[in-house]
């Protein structure tokens, strides 16, 4: 076939590349947006980034209503928003101006936060060792933020922050929302000279602690005012205190907690009347009354506790053999070739027996080579993803396609191949004569060539049978989980090495003619479908822009090959203008590849929830059972699980009725947490269907699911 030449291998070569970890791209990306919280990076930069100049950013939350995140001490429950800074040498973030925040009742519990509209200013100091370019450039900032957003339930949330901050010119388009912020940073209080009035302290009185501070301001006298202590489980945040003034002092008395464990000797303390406040640090007098000891854990709760410190629970046949594995890798690879990106390879190979029905030695000698370059790319792969493994790297079955960029580049081979069987080109056409003659002398390397493309083609996919046994190879030793991966391999190459091996298959297709152009042509249309597949992979991956920019380049490259096909002068012209045309494309909508959506945060879909291992124990130990759907993008039978089976009316309405949490674990992109849940599964790579329920180990289905499997899983919970 004249569509595997040499291109091929290098598309090979680029397909075993490894998985992308720059999750930042080269342009700025300032907002993250979740279900419950809006987080945007902001700057205020008004005399520009330079020693000595002011210089803030901040991040703004905008929540939900009824949701809320924490303060720098967050109250009884809850976690403060944690900031961590990446910057060039010689500048320096410092501490959040935290502004003041608000009591929050949940239930018997109290809380301190923000809800509504909050931002978090941070001052940059800009060193004299900074060395910004005489001709200006930009500051890169980039920011991991964490937040715990809670209504009733609380939820984990992060985001990757990037922004380009303007050196030489001004940056003050938020200069309102930072004023403002900072205006409502507590005021610190100055001691009052003179002994008339006693100073600011806070008196140990057995459980209790009795505050005084002076020096508030004239407008604040006699006004009911809120009180902050800055350490954390010093006071009973929701218990009930006293307040009053005596003259120009504020006094009040509040109980101290239980579970106390600080004994600070200053205690650092913001006092509120509405968003307006004064920090003040007091001496701590008298001694701290003992610690409460630790409330008895009953054996129930132990024996939770030790289950919950245990390693994750296995499923039920997670330990198979290595008999097992490698037949169930050996029909795994079986069911691969009817995945409809790989069977127009298969089906040209075996067509192309026509052209030679009477030479059985060709056969024989192409088949040996497909199955060759099957089982060393299958090999090759797996080596790839054992060594990388062995390495650190938490990865699994189709590791390659968590790359935007390997996705494009396998867009860019399917293009190419398609243009080929639609007739656009061919590749004798448009490469040097002894390049295309090299598949006419060697039809074995052919052959060796479409072997590899075919693993290429297959590598995210898991068939039946498959998940199980690439679970096991990766636990055990190199060369038995090496055999694991070239049975899959023979396996995939077994249909057409038997086609090849007996002559009776050749003598049963027609006669060469017209209909062999007609079946390539056709066979041009899954190749299509498989472009439209991935660029809507790379659009999961990369957003609408990503997806925007692969189409635009994939549109470049269709021109060039075309300008290829031409001759004489306007070959010449046409594909030199062809050709830098798609260079400047590249150049200024490349980047966009591999930048992901600005939400990263994950996002409900439907009934489903984001899935975390935190919240599937924290369900099951309710007592509510948990159905997740372990999937992603790339992966062609998980989507088609998705729109069949998990899109039944009836089947939802059965999972509903039984009360099961809905989870999907999205491993679209690199997740460690999910690739350690599947390895705790006994598997590698998705799609994995799981039932947990509170009374059984978890629950694996097969890889292609059914509504009637679903209901008999769930049947008993």
């Excluded at 350490?231 to 009053?244: C, F, M, R, S």
């Excluded at 190199?478 to 049975?487: R, S, Y």
């Excluded at 509903?656 to 460690?672: G, S």
Aim: charge should be positive.
């Amino acid at each position: 076939m004249s569509f595997v030449a040499r291109l091929l291998l290098a598309a090979w070569l680029i397909a075993l590349g490894l998985p992308s970890h720059a999750q930042l791209g080269a342009g700025e990306r300032t907002v993250v947006t979740t279900e419950r919280v809006r987080a945007e990076l902001l700057a205020h930069a008004p005399e520009g980034v330079a020693p000595g100049k002011p210089v803030w950013l901040g991040l703004r939350l905008t929540h939900q209503p009824e949701w809320h995140t924490y303060w720098k001490n967050s109250g009884d429950s809850g976690l403060p928003t944690q900031l961590q800074w990446t910057l060039p040498a010689g500048v320096q973030a410092g501490e959040i101006a935290w502004p003041v925040p608000r009591k929050i009742p949940v239930g018997t519990l109290a809380n301190y936060g923000y809800e509504g509209t909050v931002l978090l200013p941070v001052p940059l100091t800009v060193g004299p060792d900074f060395k910004a370019s005489p001709f200006g450039g930009d500051l890169t900032v980039r920011l991991k933020a964490s937040w715990l957003v809670c209504r009733k339930e609380c939820i984990p949330e992060d985001g990757d922050f990037v922004m380009k901050l303007p050196v030489r010119s001004t940056t003050a388009l938020h200069a309102q929302a930072f004023q403002e912020a900072l205006a409502t940073q507590p005021r610190p209080l100055a001691e009052v000279p003179g002994g008339a009035i006693p100073p600011s302290v806070a008196r140990i009185d057995g459980q209790s602690l009795e505050v005084r501070v002076q020096g508030l301001p004239v407008a604040a006298r006699g006004r009911t005012l809120q009180f902050f202590p800055e350490t954390p489980e010093l006071i009973e945040t929701a218990g009930d205190w006293t307040q009053a003034w005596s003259g120009a002092v504020w006094t009040a008395r509040v109980p101290l907690s239980p579970q106390r464990t600080a004994a600070p000797g200053v205690l650092p303390v913001v006092l509120a009347d509405g968003a307006q406040g004064w920090r003040a640090e007091l001496r701590v007098a008298g001694a701290w009354p003992p610690s409460t000891a630790p409330a008895a854990v009953s054996p129930a709760l132990q024996e939770a506790l030790r289950q919950n410190a245990a390693p994750p629970l296995q499923a039920p046949g997670a330990g198979i053999g290595l008999a097992a594995a490698l037949l169930g890798a050996l029909l795994g690879g079986l069911v691969l070739n009817l995945m409809p990106c790989v069977f127009p390879v298969l089906a040209l190979k075996v067509v192309g027996f026509a052209a030679h029905a009477e030479d059985t030695r060709r056969h024989r000698v192409a088949g040996a080579a497909y199955t060759a370059g099957v089982v060393l790319s299958f090999l090759a792969l797996g080596g790839l993803m054992l060594g990388l493994r062995a390495a650190g790297e938490q990865l699994g079955w189709g590791f390659q396609l968590q790359s935007p960029l390997v996705v494009a580049a396998l867009a860019v081979l399917f293009t190419l191949i398609a243009l080929n069987l639609a007739g656009l080109f061919e590749f004798g056409g448009v490469l040097p004569s002894s390049v295309a003659a090299v598949r006419v002398r060697h039809p074995a390397a052919d052959a060796f060539v479409s072997g590899m493309l075919a693993v290429a083609i297959a590598s995210p996919c898991t068939a039946p049978f498959m998940g199980a046994s690439l679970g096991l190879a990766v636990t055990l030793p190199a060369a038995q989980a090496l055999l694991v991966f070239a049975a899959l391999g023979t396996g995939m190459a077994l249909p057409y090495l038997a086609a090849s091996l007996v002559p009776a298959v050749a003598r049963l297709l027609p006669r060469p003619g017209p209909w062999m152009d007609v079946l390539r042509h056709l066979m041009a249309f899954p190749m299509f479908a498989t472009v439209a597949w991935l660029v809507w992979v790379l659009g999961q991956q990369a957003g609408i822009d990503g997806a925007g920019a692969l189409l635009a380049l994939l549109v470049g490259l269709s021109l060039l090959v075309w300008t290829l096909t031409l001759r004489g002068r306007a070959r010449a012209v046409l594909a030199t203008v062809a050709a830098a045309s798609l260079a400047a494309l590249a150049w200024s909508v490349g980047p966009a590849l591999t930048q992901p959506p600005s939400a990263t945060a994950a996002r409900a879909d439907g009934d489903w929830q984001p899935w975390s291992d935190a919240k599937v124990r924290a369900l099951v130990a309710a007592g509510q059972p948990v159905f997740v759907d372990f999937t992603a993008a790339w992966c062609v039978t998980c989507q088609y699980n998705k729109k069949t089976t998990l899109a039944n009316a009836g089947v939802l309405a059965d999972l509903k009725r039984r009360n099961v949490a809905l989870l999907r674990a999205d491993w679209t992109r690199r997740d460690p947490a999910i690739t350690a849940a599947l390895a705790s599964l006994g598997r590698s790579g998705v799609p994995v269907y799981v039932v947990y329920s509170p009374d059984a180990p978890p629950r694996v289905l097969s890889e292609v699911l059914g509504a009637d499997e679903v209901r008999e899983a769930i049947a008993h919970l």
